[in-house]
Structure formats: C-alpha cells, structure tokens
Nanobody, 125 residues
Framework: QLQLVESGGGLVQPGGSLTLSCAVS????????MGWFRQAPGKEREGVAC????????NYEDSVKGRFSISRDNAKNTVYLQMNSLKPEDTAVYYC??????????????????WGQGTPVTVSS
C-alpha cells in the first residue's frame, strides 16, 4: 500500500524552528522527486520546497528561501523539511508529495502522483 505520512508539526513561537518528516512506504524514493506544499486557512495550496531524485537539486518558494531546507534520505525512504526563523504567515497544514520521474521538480500539483494527509504547523506567540 502506497503511503506518505508526515510528522513533526506543532505549535512554535515566531523565530523558532521545526523539522517535518515524510515517511514513505509502498514504493522507494529513488525514482521520485519530492515536494512539500502547504495550505493556510482560506488559501490555496502552494508549493514550498522540492527536491529531485537524480542529483538532489532543490527549489524553494521565494518567501521561504534562506529559512527552509529540504533534504531526502533514500535509504530511510524519508524526506525532511527543516524550517527555521518561522513566521506567523508560515502557519498552515504542510503536505509532502511524490512525483514519478524525479529528473526535475516543480510546484505544479498535478505533476505529483501521491500525497500525504498533512501535518499542521502553527506559528504563534
């Protein structure tokens, strides 16, 4: 059974850090680009970060550049999102997703084949 399970979300104060994990089962990450997306209340889902499978190249949405870092451990079938200097506007449900092929990555949602259920992140004092 194909499954992506996010964890690591929670409540954090502005300026704090969180690390999200996405554990994959039912398939191996080797042939998939991976992305993190988020959806804030009342807003559309948006791409935050993605990473290719071929060479580990990464892309970031402008508002998180320099603060967020995506990484992958294919041996553990897990993808991570390190989030630093968190701001209230980072509050959202964060989703990981897998896109078959992996040669490039984008924030085009229809290119992603599998999605997790999401983990909520709240940045508030």
């Amino acid at each position: 059974q194909l499954q992506l399970v996010e964890s690591g979300g929670g409540l954090v104060q502005p300026g704090g850090s969180l690390t999200l994990s996405c554990a994959v089962s039912g398939f191996t990450l080797d042939n998939y680009a991976m992305g993190w997306f988020r959806q804030a209340p009342g807003k559309e889902r948006e791409g935050v970060a993605c990473i290719t499978s071929v060479d580990g190249s990464t892309n970031y949405e402008d508002s998180v550049k320099g603060r967020f870092s995506i990484s992958r451990d294919n041996a553990k079938n897990t993808v991570y999102l390190q989030m630093n200097s968190l701001k209230p506007e980072d509050t959202a449900v964060y989703y990981c997703a897998a896109s078959y092929g992996g040669y490039y990555c984008s924030f085009t949602m229809w290119e992603y084949n599998y999605w997790g259920q999401g983990t909520p992140v709240t940045v508030s004092s």
